[in-house]
């Protein structure tokens, strides 16, 4: 190569087989997202959940959805947090879902103090179950008054345990929702790669 000639150093991505895929969803991704192959099997079905199998070592990853439009019948698939809950048992991570929305079956008739109280004990008897090693909250920027309360009263349970942020009440305002919720990550955009990629730092998991 001459001396005026400038090498360009390309990262070199390691190509996987379709019936190999690499062992973390974010690494399906190159360096400048584009998707490595398309043909690796993920979870779109029920019965496609049988290609990933929870690792011995995978994250105990507890997903809360916060209610919403509590003046109707819960009929909101919270699809956010949907996606990044397959791509967590993809990675092996055992999956736990609360669905405050859900659960509460119908238009909610009682005081706010009687809801609140509702709230709060569903969430202390999820936690006292089993302690999850991340706990993931997303939503829309309506949800933040009620959201930052669920947070609170994570911290107050188990205050080591991070508290991942998604949807878009973090896409919108990432700074002042770490400033102001007690919160250890903001996801801004689609979470499903960044959620991957933050849960296989957690220490003893990669």
Known sequence: MGKDKLALVVPQVQTHGTSNPPERFFQRFGPAGECLNSDWPRITTEASESFFKPRKNGLRVLLINTPIREWSYPNIMPIGQG?????????GHHLDVLDLNAERRCPVKDSAEVFNKWIEDQIIRKLGAQKPDV???????????????????????????????GGGIASSMPEFML?????DV??????????SEVTGRRKGYM
């Open 83 to 91: 996606y990044v809950g397959a791509v967590a048992a993809m990675d």
């Open 135 to 165: 706990i993931g909250l997303g939503g829309i920027i309506t949800q933040y008054g009620r959201m930052k309360k669920i947070a609170q009263l994570c911290k107050r349970v188990y205050p080591d345990v991070p508290i991942v942020l």
């Open 179 to 183: 400033a102001r919720m007690p919160i």
């Open 186 to 195: 903001a996801v801004q955009e689609e979470g499903e790669v960044t959620f």
